[in-house]
């Protein structure tokens, strides 16, 4: 496994990282308690890619404001690899490794229409915001959430050992959707793309392979028939 450059922080940022992704975790099962069944239109509604970007632009600004003083780049991970098609390729073997872990779990859980993201097919009336939609979910949610646990959460904790950061970044990843059945799901995508970090030091594959795995499951949901 290769070493990852990480700058020396203090522990203020890493508790102040760990309570923000606890205190995420925290709001997403509160409001998947309290909140009734989620509409299976969600991908069709303009208020749902804006409540995302509001969303995500708080939580970006988080992470900078605990970043603080640090250099970004070293931080976050935003380098280079230091080769694109071995990155691509271990990206590749993560994504396949993510589908049929998926595929053998979803035998037993139901994580698809627990979170409720996925239409169940394709409304050509409201092809707009579902257009909308897929950027947030293709583009935008990747890359914060890859600079949140992949990046500034990684570099944090793995001065306590790349395998803890692995772990407890992916785990914590997974929390933050607030699922219950699809939580192994989620946990092992999120530990195998913190993997793919460690043996990549940079952020950007992960985005790739995070980006790639949500555009599927969309297309996938207004192309085949349920």
């Known amino acids: 496994m290769e070493t990852v450059a990480v700058p020396v922080p ?18 997403a099962y509160g409001g998947r308690i309290a909140s009734t069944k989620t509409p299976s239109d969600i991908a069709y509604q303009w208020s749902s890619s804006v409540i995302a970007l509001v969303q995500y632009v708080f939580m970006l600004a988080i992470l900078l404001g605990i970043a603080a003083g640090l250099d970004r780049r070293e931080a976050f991970a935003l380098r280079r690899p230091a ?14 490794a993510i589908w049929a872990v998926g595929a053998v779990l979803s035998r037993f859980l139901d994580a698809t229409d627990e979170q409720g993201l996925v239409p169940k097919g394709w409304d050509s009336g409201r092809w707009a915001p579902f257009v909308a939609f897929f950027v947030v979910v293709t583009v935008v949610a990747p890359i914060v959430e890859e600079l949140t646990y992949r990046g500034l959460g990684f570099t944090l904790v793995s001065s306590y050992g790349v395998w803890t950061a692995i772990l407890t970044t992916g785990v914590l990843f997974g929390a933050a ?10 946990a092992f995508f999120g530990i195998t793309v913190g993997w793919l970090r460690s043996r990549t030091d940079s952020v950007y594959p ?19 028939v349920h």
């Open 83 to 96: 080769s694109w098609p071995r990155a691509i390729g271990l990206a590749a073997v993560c994504l396949a």
């Open 177 to 186: 959707h607030g699922l219950v059945e699809g939580l192994p799901v989620l």
């Open 10 to 27: 203090s522990r203020w940022r890493l508790v102040a990282w760990l309570g923000f992704t606890l205190a995420l975790a925290a709001l």
């Open 206 to 224: 992960g985005m790739l392979l995070h980006g790639t795995f949500n555009g599927v499951a969309l297309l996938l949901s207004v192309t085949v």
